[in-house]
């Protein structure tokens, strides 16, 4: 992994340490608030990398349309799910319910 790879990574980390409880937000919209809209995949990598960083809630993060995408790097059992439902976050299928009532929109990044 390069330096400014690792420094992308970090600048991710900052944004889902800023996740209410109770709230989720996308790989799409992380990448937007770090002016970087068109590597809402490469936050995903960061998310696969944040497994052993505790003070990261990577359970909070999804893709756009509320899927749990991300539920396969919890150890292949139920996590991610249970964190959300701990929250009061309802998942149905690997879905959030009412995914708009939820969602968290970070800040643009300056």
Do not use: C
Not at 8 to 35: C, D, H, M, N, W
Not at 49 to 60: I, K, M, N, T
Not at 63 to 81: A, P
Not at 102 to 108: A, G
């Amino acid at each position: 992994m390069t330096k400014s790879n690792d420094n992308f990574f970090e600048r991710v980390y900052e944004i889902v340490r800023q996740i209410p409880y109770g709230k989720v937000t996308s790989y799409g919209a992380i990448a937007k608030a770090l002016g970087a809209a068109r590597s809402a995949r490469m936050v995903g990598w960061a998310m696969n990398a944040s497994h052993h960083l505790e003070d990261v809630p990577a359970h909070r993060v999804v893709n756009r349309k509320g899927l749990l995408t991300g539920k396969l790097h919890f150890g292949g059992t139920h996590l991610m799910q249970q964190l959300l439902e701990n929250e009061g976050i309802e998942v149905r299928e690997n879905q959030i319910v009412n995914f708009e009532n939820h969602f968290w929109e970070p800040e643009v990044q300056k």
